[in-house]
């Protein structure tokens, strides 16, 4: 039998797994479930999900270059386990649950240990790495960037709503064009009109006319209050939208704004390679952020950070969570106080020093394949001081695409662009080889 490629899902399991379910007989019968699943020897299961796993492509052993996600902190998460990892295990198995927000009011008190971690953990990302006052923000750890920036428009909506009387239909959610889909799902379950700003083909910056043609449009619609998206990081690009082209014109136009940072992908790298950083918590007409643990900094998926100024996330409270310590005022509910943990720990591990020291790496690394890239008459958007080359797809040889795993701004044939991203599991060695095919063209 010929070897199976390692992102090869063994077809006898497949084949397996369809006869276990036809053992079961199909469907309920009057109303009544028909479960028929068997157990199957612990070994089995093993031996399954091993199998399922050799299914998958690897970070590290394969070539994955168009990914915002890495294999998990090897500091923390060693491919051999240790007595760091096991610690997390232990967090993981004991099974704490960080429902609610545990950042201001009450809560339960069962899982206090490990909420203090989460504390500490949002302190040192609104505080250190984004230069909020002390204490002059709340959080929590959500599922993901998509959770944390529909949390923040959730809670600038409500508040705009409850605390100043505008109504729904007087607000809009502005951002770019190339503003991840999450905001568009926010505007539909929020019930929020989304305008949408283009932003340059070859700087993708945001076009300043169209701030004005839409605050113009805004006004004349009525609307009274805007909730502004500026992405510290474009999902496709790694742009960061400049407030000032943005902001100003907005005021000026009499809107009341609320401003969300959209930070899933550069929140945890340009803080640190870009001193002159100006999306922070310093500026005060920004009031909420979206950080994503599961990108740059290597946690386990489920740890997107949402940040918020102090005393508004209290308008994202549901008055039926009488049963939880301290009301809900999150998106998510239950969740496990691991993901935090996980974040902790990484953080400590590195320390600052450490992670400005990666983040720089990556940084330097990109400056190479840009180069490179450039010198191979490929054009591409980068962003200084970000780990991310967009490439011009028509400038690349088809098979390149596959072979090293880009990401394509669509799959279809209208696909105009390619990401690669640097992240930690991405070597010289691959740049090298990824520069050659290309060349080679
Ligand atoms: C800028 C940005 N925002 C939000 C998200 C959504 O994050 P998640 O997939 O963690 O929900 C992403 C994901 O790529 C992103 O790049």
Same mark, same amino acid.
């Given at each position: 039998?010929?070897?199976?490629?390692?992102?090869?899902?063994?077809?006898?399991?497949?084949? %397996?797994?369809?006869?276990?379910?036809?053992?079961?007989?199909?469907?309920?019968?009057?109303?009544?479930?028909?479960?028929?699943?068997?157990?199957?020897?612990?070994?089995?299961?093993?031996?399954?999900?091993?199998?399922?796993?050799?299914?998958?492509?690897?970070?590290?052993?394969?070539?994955?270059?168009?990914?915002?996600?890495?294999?998990?902190?090897?500091?923390?998460?060693?491919?051999?386990?240790?007595?760091?990892?096991?610690?997390?295990?232990?967090?993981?198995?004991?099974?704490?649950?960080?429902?609610?927000?545990?950042?201001?009011?009450?809560?339960?008190?069962?899982?206090?240990?490990?909420?203090?971690?989460?504390?500490?953990?949002?302190?040192?990302?609104?505080?250190?790495?984004?230069?909020?006052?002390?204490?002059?923000?709340?959080?929590?750890?959500?599922?993901?960037?998509?959770?944390?920036?529909?949390?923040?428009?959730?809670?600038?909506?409500?508040?705009?709503?409850?605390?100043?009387?505008?109504?729904?239909?007087?607000?809009?959610?502005?951002?770019?064009?190339?503003?991840?889909?999450?905001?568009?799902?926010?505007?539909?379950?929020?019930?929020?009109?989304?305008?949408?700003?283009?932003?340059?083909?070859?700087?993708?910056?945001?076009?300043?006319?169209?701030?004005?043609?839409?605050?113009?449009?805004?006004?004349?619609?009525?609307?009274?209050?805007?909730?502004?998206?500026?992405?510290?990081?474009?999902?496709?690009?790694?742009?960061?939208?400049?407030?000032?082209?943005?902001?100003?014109?907005?005021?000026?136009?009499?809107?009341?704004?609320?401003?969300?940072?959209?930070?899933?992908?550069?929140?945890?790298?340009?803080?640190?390679?870009?001193?002159?950083?100006?999306?922070?918590?310093?500026?005060?007409?920004?009031?909420?952020?979206?950080?994503?643990?599961?990108?740059?900094?290597?946690?386990?998926?489920?740890?997107?950070?949402?940040?918020?100024?102090?005393?508004?996330?209290?308008?994202?409270?549901?008055?039926?969570?009488?049963?939880?310590?301290?009301?809900?005022?999150?998106?998510?509910?239950?969740?496990?106080?691991?993901?935090?943990?996980?974040?902790?720990?990484?953080?400590?591990?590195?320390?600052?020093?450490?992670?400005?020291?990666?983040?720089?790496?990556?940084?330097?690394?990109?400056?190479?394949?840009?180069?490179?890239?450039?010198?191979?008459?490929?054009?591409?958007?980068?962003?200084?001081?970000?780990?991310?080359?967009?490439?011009?797809?028509?400038?690349?040889?088809?098979?390149?695409?596959?072979?090293?795993?880009?990401?394509?701004?669509?799959?279809? %044939?209208?696909?105009?662009?390619?990401?690669?991203?640097?992240?930690?599991?991405?070597? %010289?060695?691959?740049?090298?080889?990824?520069?050659?095919?290309?060349?080679?063209?």
């Amino acid at each position: 039998m010929a070897p199976r490629q390692r992102n090869q899902v063994d077809p006898r399991d497949r084949r %397996d797994l369809r006869l276990r379910n036809r053992s079961g007989i199909a469907g309920a019968k009057d109303g009544v479930p028909n479960m028929h699943w068997p157990a199957i020897p612990l070994d089995e299961i093993q031996a399954r999900v091993r199998s399922a796993l050799a299914g998958n492509t690897s970070f590290d052993a394969d070539t994955m270059l168009g990914f915002p996600a890495s294999v998990l902190d090897s500091r923390v998460f060693p491919p051999e386990p240790t007595m760091m990892s096991h610690a997390w295990l232990t967090v993981l198995q004991s099974n704490p649950n960080h429902i609610g927000c545990h950042t201001t009011g009450a809560s339960e008190h069962a899982f206090g240990g490990t909420h203090e971690l989460e504390r500490d953990l949002l302190r040192i990302c609104a505080e250190e790495i984004l230069n909020a006052e002390p204490e002059g923000w709340d959080g929590y750890v959500a599922s993901g960037g998509t959770e944390s920036n529909l949390q923040a428009m959730w809670t600038h909506r409500n508040e705009l709503r409850d605390g100043h009387g505008v109504d729904v239909s007087k607000m809009a959610i502005l951002c770019s064009e190339d503003t991840h889909y999450s905001i568009d799902k926010a505007a539909d379950v929020l019930g929020l009109r989304l305008v949408s700003l283009p932003v340059g083909e070859w700087d993708r910056a945001i076009d300043p006319q169209a701030v004005h043609a839409a605050a113009a449009q805004l006004v004349a619609d009525g609307v009274k209050a805007v909730l502004v998206v500026l992405n510290l990081g474009t999902t496709m690009f790694g742009s960061v939208d400049d407030p000032e082209v943005v902001l100003p014109v907005l005021l000026e136009a009499g809107l009341t704004l609320r401003v969300h940072v959209d930070g899933a992908f550069g929140g945890f790298l340009f803080p640190f390679t870009a001193p002159d950083n100006r999306l922070s918590f310093a500026d005060p007409r920004i009031d909420s952020f979206t950080l994503d643990g599961h990108k740059m900094l290597q946690a386990p998926y489920g740890t997107g950070i949402h940040l918020i100024r102090a005393g508004r996330i209290q308008y994202a409270t549901t008055p039926g969570a009488t049963y939880v310590p301290g009301a809900d005022c999150t998106l998510i509910g239950s969740r496990s106080g691991s993901n935090a943990v996980a974040v902790w720990m990484i953080l400590m591990a590195h320390g600052s020093d450490g992670g400005r020291a990666l983040c720089q790496q990556l940084c330097d690394r990109t400056t190479h394949l840009h180069s490179a890239l450039t010198q191979l008459g490929v054009r591409t958007y980068r962003r200084a001081d970000m780990n991310i080359v967009a490439v011009r797809i028509e400038d690349l040889p088809n098979r390149v695409m596959d072979k090293h795993m880009l990401v394509p701004d669509r799959h279809d %044939d209208t696909a105009t662009w390619a990401k690669i991203i640097v992240m930690p599991h991405v070597t %010289d060695a691959h740049i090298d080889t990824l520069c050659e095919d290309i060349a080679s063209r």
